[in-house]
């Protein structure tokens, strides 16, 4: 997937287990298919699992996601995957890695109304957090001063995006009242990846490292990445946001997914596909869809 990326093995995982967390050495470890764009993924046991940063700029994600998913996971009510063990560089890896707790369930396959409540129900309450914390890296600043990444992103795939619709959008986006600067908590990366259903329910999220605060529209991102027309109606009403939040929201999916198209449409068919899907719900909301 990337040209600098890790390839890790079960046999390191049990080393490194067996040598500095003896006592889940026999404990069977199994390798994940790629569930992520950063981490390379083993199940130890039946509830746990190993995460493992598989790129140099997810090295310093063992720190951030144990202080986020320790600390605010249980307060918005939702399963996570709690850290319960750190461990060290060795046997040829060359990083530091965690042992997380296993959420059980899947990723959800389709939306649903109240898939987009129950979403919603943890936004409000993150949203609602009174805790200080840093500031997010990606969410955390005016939606206007990436208008010429986009534009550029925008234009690298032009043989298959709509560049003048993919620009009106962004413009009516980057048009809407500003955010006042007020950062609230956000997950940061409520991407359909980092769901986990039971029965059709939300009962969990996934990777944390990218909690912060910042713009509220920030975590809106299911409505154009994942949900449909009925669902993304549930999912604004519940949350009840003004339009100025919901199109900077929309402004965030969709340079989002213009930041992933260029680069995995080559490297990983499936986030591609999620991006296009993106900007075709971004622009079916503007009401622009061809």
Do not use: K
């Not at 936004?123 to 534009?151: I, M, S, W």
């Not at 940061?188 to 329910?201: F, Q, Y």
Request: proline residues 8%; negative net charge.
């Amino acid at each position: 997937m990337h040209d600098d990326e890790l390839t890790i093995t079960a046999d390191q995982v049990r080393a490194l287990i067996a040598d500095q967390h003896p006592h889940w050495r026999d404990r069977p470890v199994r390798h994940l298919p790629h569930r992520g764009t950063d981490h390379a993924l083993f199940r130890l046991g039946d509830d746990l699992a190993v995460r493992m940063p598989r790129i140099p700029w997810a090295r310093e994600a063992v720190d951030r996601e144990h202080a986020s998913t320790e600390r605010l996971a249980g307060l918005v009510e939702v399963e996570a995957p709690v850290p319960v063990a750190a461990g060290e560089p060795g046997h040829g890896y060359p990083w530091r890695w965690s042992v997380v707790r296993w959420v059980a369930g899947e990723t959800p396959v389709r939306p649903t109304p109240d898939l987009a409540l129950d979403l919603a129900g943890v936004v409000r309450r993150l949203r609602a957090l009174d805790l200080p914390g840093r500031r997010n890296e990606r969410r955390g600043h005016p939606l206007g001063d990436l208008t010429d990444q986009v534009a550029s992103d925008a234009e690298a795939v032009r043989d298959e995006v709509p560049v003048d619709l993919v620009q009106h959008a962004w413009h009516e986006s980057c048009a809407a009242e500003p955010w006042d600067g007020r950062g609230v908590w956000l997950h940061g990366d409520l991407a359909p990846g980092n769901l986990v259903v039971r029965d059709g329910r939300l009962v969990g999220l996934l990777d944390w490292g990218g909690a912060g605060l910042g713009d509220p529209a920030g975590d809106l991102g299911p409505a154009w990445n994942f949900f449909d027309a009925p669902s993304r109606a549930a999912f604004r009403t519940a949350l009840g946001d003004d339009d100025a939040t919901w199109l900077r929201g929309r402004g965030w999916a969709l340079r989002q997914a213009l930041l992933q198209l260029p680069y995995y449409r080559t490297r990983y068919v499936p986030l591609a596909d999620h991006a296009r899907a993106t900007i075709r719900g971004v622009l079916e909301d503007a009401g622009l869809a061809t």
